[in-house]
């Protein structure tokens, strides 16, 4: 099982940044995905969930800004990122949310400049 993250990267504030998350290993189509980012000194936070069924789900403070989709042809996850705030700089995880082993992406780093 392997997830394969890239894109993030720095940006100033207000601006757009996009995260890919390549899965293998497993089904695609069948798991719900998700996406965590940790700040500095802080604990991992859950940011947005796509499930094997299409329904998305959003942190509050993320909400109407993220967006979180999938191309199951592709197996990945994306997540695409808008009006970012230096609050959004962290590290971003993609996440395997069903099936045996609940794995991790390597984690990109983003971040937002004021």
């Known amino acids: 099982v392997q997830l394969v993250q890239s894109g993030g990267g720095m940006v100033q504030t207000g601006g757009s940044l996009n995260l890919s998350c390549v899965v293998s290993?497993?089904?695609?189509?069948?798991?719900?995905m998700g996406w965590f980012r940790q700040a500095p000194g802080k604990q991992h936070e859950w940011v947005a969930t796509?499930?094997?069924?299409?329904?998305?789900d959003y942190l509050d403070s993320v909400k109407g800004r993220f967006i979180v989709s999938r191309d199951n042809a592709k197996n990945t996850l994306y997540l695409q990122m808008s009006s970012l705030k230096p609050e959004d700089t962290a590290v971003y995880y993609c996440?395997?949310?069903?099936?045996?082993?609940?794995?991790w992406g390597q984690g990109t780093r983003v971040t937002v400049s004021s």
């Open positions: 796509m499930s094997r069924y299409g329904r998305r």
């Open positions: 996440r395997r949310l069903s099936g045996s082993t609940l794995t």
């Open positions: 290993g497993f089904t695609f189509v069948n798991t719900d």
